[in-house]
Nanobody
Framework: VQLQASGGGLVQVGGSLRLSCAAS????????MAWFRQAPGKEREFVAF????????DYLDSVKGRFTISRDNTRNTVTLQMNTLKPEDTAVYSC???????????????????WGQGTQVTVSS
């Protein structure tokens, strides 16, 4: 599966952005999908997860209640709705996919075989 992320931009503190990850090549229904982010000088970190085949979702603690991951298997798209953005949310956001990942490994970026290019999110104060 090929992934392409979009929707990043510059937003003020408290604002919202909606990131999209468009998949091609295969339908994402059986794939677990995730969003990761990487800020300058920091390691890539897990942000949100959606298990394949109608499974559960999970989030980084600091984004719970503000971010929502959703998927449209018909349109082959995963979105990350980000509300109440903070300066610490500034990063390059990437989407990832895996057919084989297990729940306990959802935080590990090395468990995802497919990656989209990143999209920059900048939150200004």
């Amino acid at each position: 599966v090929q992934l392409q992320a979009s929707g990043g931009g510059l937003v003020q503190v408290g604002g919202s952005l909606r990131l999209s990850c468009a998949a091609s090549g295969n339908n994402i229904r059986g794939y677990s999908m995730a969003w990761f982010r990487q800020a300058p000088g920091k390691e890539r970190e897990f942000v949100a997860f959606s298990k394949g085949n109608g499974g559960s979702t999970d989030y980084l603690d600091s984004v719970k209640g503000r971010f929502t991951i959703s998927r449209d298997n018909t349109r082959n798209t995963v979105t990350l709705q980000m509300n109440t953005l903070k300066p610490e949310d500034t990063a390059v956001y990437s989407c990832a996919a895996s057919r084989t990942i297990i729940w306990s490994s959802r935080f590990r970026d090395d468990q995802y075989a497919y990656w989209g290019q990143g999209t920059q999110v900048t939150v200004s104060s």
